[in-house]
């Protein structure tokens, strides 16, 4: 189960980096944050894969579709980059992974991580483990947000009415003149 | 490590790093920003699977050390939830993110005619 969410997630992943339509960079991009719901999912975390099919997959992609469709005079038109800055970004993203994977590779987690973190995917091993069920996650989770973590959960409510006000600002119908290239000091 | 098939902390954790990759090179890559945009959504999705991982994975799982942290956290009144937490506050920023860059790029198509970011070099000296 795993390696098919896994498999999702990077193919869609680097379907995304190789496709130069902003639609299908969309879907791809849906395959890739349901691949993230479903990791969660395996990891114990239900009330997170929730989260994130509602939040990511329903609000933020929904947004981003909105934007493809208010921004592209026709839809499927495609910029496509200079050839040489494809492909320098392409060598570099390959290069950052292979650097990236060696470093995992080569290196040990601390002892005690690594023989107790052994027992691997919790729903796959054990059966649930410390977690039991996910009201108890639910309930525990709550209880950390509104206790420990109060503060950071208001300033995040802050910044949410921050990012609204801001964002009816910016993107309000206004009449400017549509002079193509803006004005030139 | 584990054994190859095992799935462990490394799997979530080379998974996410070719997700971050594949997030810096459409990053990179796109000229329409809107692209950009769904880099950097990439980019946040790896960090929160690097999270939720260590949350899961890292935490002893096995009964007798789950047992002996649970009571320990129990008396601290605080389970071990930092990691998801800190994923819920990721996700609220990256639709913030998302929110706000595509209000900005609504501003630049109506002032530009155009979503490439390489028109927008009105203020190249």
Redesign the interface.
Known sequence: MFYLLAALMVASAWAIVFTSNIVRMAVYLLLALSGAAGLYFLLDAELLGAVQLIVYVGGTLILIIFGVMLTSREIGMALKPKPWEGAAGVVLGIVLAGVLLLAQVYSQLPAEISSQGAGAVPGAASGGGATSGGGATVEAFGKVILGRYLLVFEVAGVLLLVVMVGAAYLARRTSWPRSAGGTQP | ??SFL??????????S??????????V????????I???V??IL?AA??NL??F?????????E???A??AAAGAL??????G??F???L??????E???A??????F????????VE?AN??RG
């Open positions: 490590m584990n095992q799935i462990g902390l490394g799997h979530f954790v080379a998974l790093l070719l997700v971050l990759a594949a997030g810096v090179a459409t990179l890559t796109k000229r329409n920003a809107i692209g945009l769904i880099g959504e990439l999705n929160g699977i939720v991982a949350n899961a994975l890292a935490w002893p799982t096995s009964a050390a789950g047992a942290v649970s009144g605080q389970p071990a939830l930092d998801m937490v994923t819920i506050f996700i609220v920023l990256a639709a913030a998302a929110a706000v595509l209000a900005i790029f609504l501003n198509y109506n002032n530009f005619n155009s979503i490439d028109k009105a203020m």
